[in-house]
């Protein structure tokens, strides 16, 4: 029988966007951006990408891992529920996080938008529960990262 655990840690992330909260904002709520830098990956195929950006909404992703990836053929799914939406300053999240229907991880995240001179600061929170065989708090805000990286280069197209 596998030992039960359970790993709680918080961390936040901030990065310096040079477009207005309005913008960043819109690639959150609008499904096919979203889609554009959350979801398509070189390391995973899309099977499912659904959301309903409101307050009681929900977003559920599916990928299944390329060839070369620590888990070829392995399918992770994202299931969110959007707790909070104050438009153009803050999304509130919760969502877990299952590799072939194993939950590894839920968690609580928070995006703030903030206005700045040359654009917004976006800061973002994670407050999560990482179980046994999880990727843990260092890789998942790696994952934030280049998620993140990846909103940038959808934002300067």
Not at 23 to 51: G, H, V, Y
Not at 109 to 131: H, K, M, S, V, W
């Amino acid at each position: 029988m596998e030992e039960r655990t359970v790993i709680h840690q918080t961390f936040t992330i901030e990065r310096r966007y040079r477009v207005r909260p309005e913008r960043i904002f819109s690639a959150f709520a609008d499904p096919a951006t979203k889609r554009r830098w959350f979801a398509e990956s070189e390391t995973n195929e899309t099977e499912t990408f659904e959301m309903d950006f409101r307050v009681g909404g929900g977003e559920r992703a599916r990928y299944r891992f390329k060839a070369g990836t620590p888990f070829p053929g392995a399918i992770l799914t994202n299931q969110t529920s959007y707790l909070d939406i104050v438009s153009d300053m803050r999304i509130v999240i919760a969502y877990t996080m299952t590799i072939d229907d194993r939950r590894f991880s839920a968690s609580l995240a928070t995006f703030e938008f903030i206005p700045a001179d040359d654009g917004t600061n976006l800061i973002f929170t994670e407050q999560g529960a990482y179980f046994e065989g999880s990727d843990g708090p260092q890789i998942r805000q790696h994952g934030w990262r280049k998620l993140l990286d990846q909103l940038a280069t959808v934002l300067s197209d």
